[in-house]
């Protein structure tokens, strides 16, 4: 309980700073290291159009997923979105514009990402370019050949979601999901590695926390190392970001024997960044693709209504362009002292987040927009 606690105090973006840094090492050149400076630089600086690239891809290569978990638009069909598989071809041309400044490609977001096949060829592509790449699984579906195809791509960090510690308390929130065949995926994945000699993909057991699972944390611990994941990790549950009933869900989901999230009036949703002195960092760091090639500010946000861009749109991709366009100059605007003249609005004037921030003092005239009035406003998705 300990370890689970320690983990749940911690702010999210300080506790993967490990893999982080490593990525910066390993994959680093003079290019990107200059890079990195410049948009952290800029970040600090609270520019609002940056000269620096995104060092991070999120790269989305499947939308569809084999579960059905509640808190999750993909699972709840509340995507907004239209649901697909990635080609490489596609993956390539929109990874390649990043090569020379990217650390890191994750190849997951909204869905599972082995139920695309050319997910070990993604994998394969990023990695003979130099850039360190992580997947997000269930690993529910995994085959014998998936777990080979991990191995062998060269894959550096896998996350598997396992919240729990027994068939029922993993499948009220992992709807359609079998613990067993979870933890026989990750056994034999951790022996097959070791058979060959190898140390990656690093492996990392993902536990969120919450009411019904909280009292089999301890029990998850010991499983973990007898099982012999590199790292078991507890993570707190968050609400969809759109979600309009957000204090029924948090009296459904949150755990009631931890701390470590602030569940005010509002149910806030900050993901571990509120109150910080420095702007978003997702305006910044990264860039979010969708398997549809929808452009999004971050990985949290989902529908398609509220996307900064469309990669399907350019004959020719221009990182700097995309990063400084009228959506993501106006987003990063929330946090800067400075007017932009004919600022629009987008959905990250209605997050937790900027809600929340310091800047938000300088910019009172500027009321956030909810998420929940942007969607009255705009309409539903359409898949809704």
């Known amino acids: 309980m300990a370890l689970a606690q320690d983990y749940l105090k911690r702010i999210p973006q300080y506790t993967r700073l490990g893999r982080h840094a490593r990525a910066v090492i390993q994959h680093g050149t003079l290019r990107k290291w200059f890079n990195l400076a410049l948009i952290e630089t800029e970040r600090r600086l609270r520019r609002i159009e940056v000269k620096g690239r995104p060092y991070i891809l999120f790269l989305d290569p499947c939308n569809y997923c084999n579960l059905r978990c509640p808190l ?4 709840a069909n509340e995507l907004g979105r239209r649901q697909q598989l990635m080609s490489f ?10 090569l020379p400044y990217l650390f890191e490609v994750n190849l997951h977001n909204w869905g599972e990402s082995m139920i695309n096949p050319e997910l070990y060829r993604m994998i394969g592509y990023a990695a003979a370019h130099n850039v360190g790449t992580n997947i997000s699984s269930n690993l529910v579906i995994a085959k014998s050949e998936d777990l080979d195809g991990l191995l062998d791509s060269g894959l550096e960090y896998l ?12 499948v009220k ?9 979870v933890i026989a995926n990750l056994s034999e994945l951790i022996r097959r590695r070791k058979a060959r000699g190898q140390t990656r993909p690093f492996i990392e057991w993902q536990y969120i926390v919450m009411k ?24 707190p549950v968050g609400l969809p970001f759109e979600s309009k009933n957000r204090k029924a869900l948090a009296a459904e989901w949150f755990p009631t024997r931890f701390e470590g999230r602030a569940n005010g009036e509002d149910t806030p949703q900050t993901f571990g960044q509120a109150d910080r002195p420095s702007p978003c960092y997702y305006l910044y760091r990264s860039m979010v693709v969708n398997a549809d090639g929808g452009v999004s500010p971050c990985c949290i946000v989902y529908r398609e209504t509220r996307d900064f861009d469309d990669l399907k749109q350019h004959a020719e991709i221009d990182i700097g362009k995309i990063y400084n366009n009228e959506k993501f100059r106006s987003a990063r605007s929330l ?40 969607v009255a406003r705009e309409g539903k998705g359409r898949d809704e």
Do not use: W
């Open 89 to 98: 071809e596609c993956f390539k041309r929109y990874l390649d514009p990043h």
């Open 335 to 374: 946090y800067s002292p400075k007017e932009l003249p004919d600022r629009k609005r987008t959905i990250c004037d209605g997050c937790d987040l900027f809600a929340r921030h310091p800047s938000k003092a300088v910019k009172q005239r500027l009321r956030p927009i909810e998420p929940k009035a942007m």
């Open 173 to 181: 929130y992992r709807v359609r999901g079998d613990f067993d065949r």
């Open 212 to 235: 019904h699972n909280e009292a089999k944390v301890e029990q998850a611990e010991a499983l973990a190392k007898k099982i012999g994941v590199d790292l078991i990790r507890f993570i």
């Open 72 to 75: 999750c638009p993909t699972g």
């Open 159 to 170: 996350t598997v979601s396992l919240d729990g510690a027994d068939q029922e308390s993993y």
